[in-house]
């Protein structure tokens, strides 16, 4: 009995140790790769050039630029990662791509849809493939509004301290440690940059490019404008964060007018939809002479553009730029 007893505790301690080994090799690990993503931001533009922060570049694109710019696949899904605040890689995204396309359309053909067996696999393939990159986007417009809602909180806690007697640099160190997440996660990033010898133009660039919100360019240019011109930057973030908390109140009262529009819109588009899946499903052959003849298939096909550009229309005319 004592034998077992002794056994037992030199397993337990081996992997009371073990864990204890592997956490501490795990926190280095993502302590070291923080270091090297901040030093790789703060060298990864050697040259110093005049940035203006308030001009975006896609309006300097000409037509032809912009269709050649839209076809870098990769460095826009780089961005859509970045930006959702996922620890993906591009290679994840496409491994978890075709793994939901696969699985999709294996599953599809226990579906009893009125389909030849490969139209229903690449049908329904490629709407569950497309389903992580649904994800991504979710995330991303969820992180940018989060990060939209609590700029003016921030901005008010910069300007509170700075007029207590602190310098920029440490009153940007503080809002950075109180403020929420995934705002404070960006504001000790651009204190980290300056903190590691970055030039203040640089830092502000490579914030405003981490987090594409109009309102963040904003920020940036005031500071940096501050810095070459002087005056009162409490009173300038002041300023700007009410400018802020009123566009938003604007845009929540836009929003709730044009809620029964996006109300219409979504009708209009899921009840075409949902009942040609009620009929593929009750009745698998009473859709066989529309899919089977050439008036049908035209058919088909001009209801499926009528709704692309109806829905297209109403998205149109209820999508009001704040």
């Avoid at 497309?130 to 994800?135: E, H, K, T």
């Avoid at 503080?174 to 000790?188: D, T």
Wanted: charged share 20%; proline share 3%; with cysteine.
């Amino acid at each position: 009995m004592s034998t077992i007893v002794a056994f037992a505790f030199l397993v337990i301690l081996g992997l009371l140790l073990f864990s204890i080994s592997f956490g501490l090799r795990f926190y280095e690990k993502q302590r070291r790769k923080r270091l090297v993503s901040m030093l790789r931001t703060v060298t990864e533009n050697g040259e110093e050039h005049h940035i203006n922060l308030l001009i975006d570049s896609g309006d300097q694109k000409s037509g032809l630029d912009d269709v050649l710019g839209s076809l870098n696949v990769t460095e826009h899904v780089v961005r859509l990662l970045s930006e959702s605040g996922l620890d993906w890689t591009p290679t994840r995204l496409l491994i978890t791509m075709c793994v939901a396309f696969t699985i999709g359309a294996v599953g599809s053909s226990w579906l009893p849809v009125a389909l030849a067996p490969a139209l229903r696999a690449a049908l329904f393939g490629t709407l569950a493939g497309c389903l992580p990159l649904v994800y991504v986007s979710k995330k991303r417009a969820k992180r940018i509004g989060a990060l939209e809602t609590l700029l003016p909180d921030a901005l008010d806690f910069l300007a509170r301290s700075m007029r207590a007697g602190h310098a920029f640099t440490i009153s940007l160190e503080m809002v950075g440690e109180e403020i929420h997440e995934p705002l404070g996660q960006e504001l000790r990033a651009l204190f980290n940059e300056q903190n590691l010898g970055a030039s203040l133009e640089r830092s502000f660039a490579s914030f405003a490019k981490r987090v594409p919100i109009p309102d963040v360019r904003f920020f940036c240019s005031a500071v940096l404008l501050q810095r070459q011109t002087g005056g009162n930057l409490s009173e300038i973030l002041n300023r700007l964060s009410h400018i802020i908390r009123e566009r938003f109140r604007l845009k929540g009262q836009v929003k709730a007018v044009s809620a029964h529009g996006r109300l219409t819109a979504t009708i209009l588009t899921i009840l075409p939809l949902a009942t040609l899946g009620g009929l593929l499903i009750t009745s698998p052959g009473y859709l066989d002479p529309m899919m089977n003849t050439s008036i049908g298939r035209k058919i088909v096909a001009a209801g499926i553009l009528a709704q692309i550009m109806g829905n297209f229309c109403i998205r149109k005319i209820i999508k009001i730029k704040v």
